[in-house]
């Protein structure tokens, strides 16, 4: 599927119906959480972009996406961040906040601006995921008064999950935490 009527996608994207009910709940906190701050609008156009896209390539086949970010070492379930965020810079997005949040939401990255640490708190709190409900809702409606600190506890519960179910940590997502501690 390329796309739905209530989320406006690039022609490239490759989206489930699932997929696309994630989108629109990750771009819902985003919004309401930039109302609820009261961001200014270029920086909530950028955080609702960064919602968008972050996942247009979530549902590719393995092969199209190393096609795009020519790595053959990383990880499959990595890819399709970098290659949404390569593919958006080719049709002309050049604002890096957006780029950086999108490459880097499945692992973090240090030097994020907001964009990318509300787009790495929404795809976590989103209130679709079927874990820890309570505890993520009681967090997703912190966020604009503790920005900082829910941040903080997403970063910890994602590395807390990673340790406990003996995932390797990427360096980026050591270095992120190493940044906020």
Known sequence: MHGAASIELPSWARVSPARIAHIERVTA?????????????????????AGRWHDALRDAPEVELRSVVRDATMHAALLHGPAAAIRLRDDGEDREGVLTAIAHHTIGHAE?????????????????????RTERAFLAAQVPRDFSGVFREVVRDR????IRERVELHPRTIELWNSIR
């Open 29 to 49: 906190l985003l919004s309401q959480w930039a109302g609820q701050m009261q961001v200014a609008q270029a920086e909530a156009t950028e955080w609702l972009d």
């Open 112 to 132: 994020w601006t907001r964009t990318g640490r509300a787009l790495y708190m929404a795809d976590y709190l989103e209130p679709g995921r079927p874990f820890a």
């Open 159 to 162: 590395l807390q999950w990673s």
